[in-house]
């Protein structure tokens, strides 16, 4: 994820915590269609994602990942387990 960040022109910060790995990164005004178009492409892969705004005009983009994401419904019946990575 943080690697096709960097391609579409964003300076993701990657943190590691026990349960989860965030990305982050500060959407500068104005943005590319395609670079947009790729965030959000990026944010939707995510288990959880948002945009935060602050009263200062800024906006942050972030994206959380699970270490140990749970195997679905469609996994099971299949025989195969699978994981969220970027």
């Known amino acids: 994820m ?3 960040l960097s ?3 964003f300076t993701p910060r990657v ?3 026990d349960d989860h790995t ?3 990164l500060e959407v500068a005004d104005p943005v590319s269609a395609g670079s947009w178009q790729e965030l959000l492409a990026v944010l939707e892969a995510a288990d959880r994602f948002g945009l935060d705004v602050s009263s200062a005009g ?3 983009a972030w994206a959380a990942i699970r270490r140990n994401a749970p195997v679905t419904d469609d996994a ?3 025989g195969h387990s699978s ?3 970027s």
Do not use: Q
């Open 2 to 4: 943080a690697t096709r």
């Open 7 to 9: 391609a579409a022109g």
């Open 15 to 17: 943190t590691d915590h």
């Open 22 to 24: 965030r990305i982050e």
């Open 58 to 60: 800024g906006r942050l």
């Open 76 to 78: 099971v019946r299949g």
């Open 83 to 85: 994981a969220i990575g």
